[in-house]
């Protein structure tokens, strides 16, 4: 995601990293970040592994219409990058290995919606 967004010219400073301690914890921290006023976009990066229950689809669910929910109201590009995989494998493979970089998606999506927001706030 970092390269992505420093290849379409944001700078480390405009485009820092917060960790947060697990993905139920993304939708609090996007929430508290949109509200800062310089910010105008945010990209949220995770990994929810299936294990021997449904916990996963619960905390997935929750935080992908949090993060849906917060992008609408507040009119702010958020781009999710929820990895939902099932095994460690999976994860690794999504994230820059055999089946694709999440991270570099999500931040691509950004940047376009970012781009469209201004071609709609010129009047298209």
Same mark, same amino acid.
């Given at each position: 995601?970092?390269?992505?967004?420093?290849?379409?010219?944001?700078?480390?400073?405009?485009?820092?990293?917060?960790?947060?301690?697990?993905?139920?914890? #993304?939708?609090?921290?996007? %929430?508290?970040?949109?509200?800062?006023?310089?910010?105008?976009?945010?990209?949220?990066?995770?990994?929810?592994?299936?294990?021997?229950?449904?916990?996963?689809?619960?905390?997935?669910?929750?935080?992908?219409?949090? #993060?849906?929910?917060?992008?609408?109201?507040?009119?702010?590009?958020?781009?999710?990058?929820?990895?939902?995989?099932?095994?460690?494998?999976?994860?690794?493979?999504? %994230?820059?290995?055999?089946?694709?970089?999440?991270?570099?998606?999500?931040?691509?999506?950004?940047?376009?919606?970012?781009?469209?927001?201004?071609?709609?706030?010129?009047?298209?």
């Amino acid at each position: 995601a970092l390269q992505t967004l420093a290849e379409a010219g944001y700078s480390d400073q405009q485009a820092p990293v917060i960790r947060v301690p697990g993905a139920w914890e #993304l939708p609090t921290v996007v %929430s508290q970040i949109i509200e800062q006023s310089d910010i105008v976009a945010a990209v949220a990066l995770g990994c929810v592994i299936r294990g021997e229950t449904t916990h996963d689809e619960h905390i997935n669910r929750a935080v992908s219409l949090a #993060l849906m929910n917060m992008g609408t109201e507040k009119r702010i590009p958020i781009a999710f990058g929820l990895l939902t995989c099932n095994t460690l494998e999976q994860a690794i493979n999504r %994230s820059g290995g055999t089946v694709g970089n999440k991270g570099h998606e999500a931040a691509g999506a950004v940047i376009e919606l970012l781009r469209l927001q201004q071609k709609i706030d010129a009047g298209i």
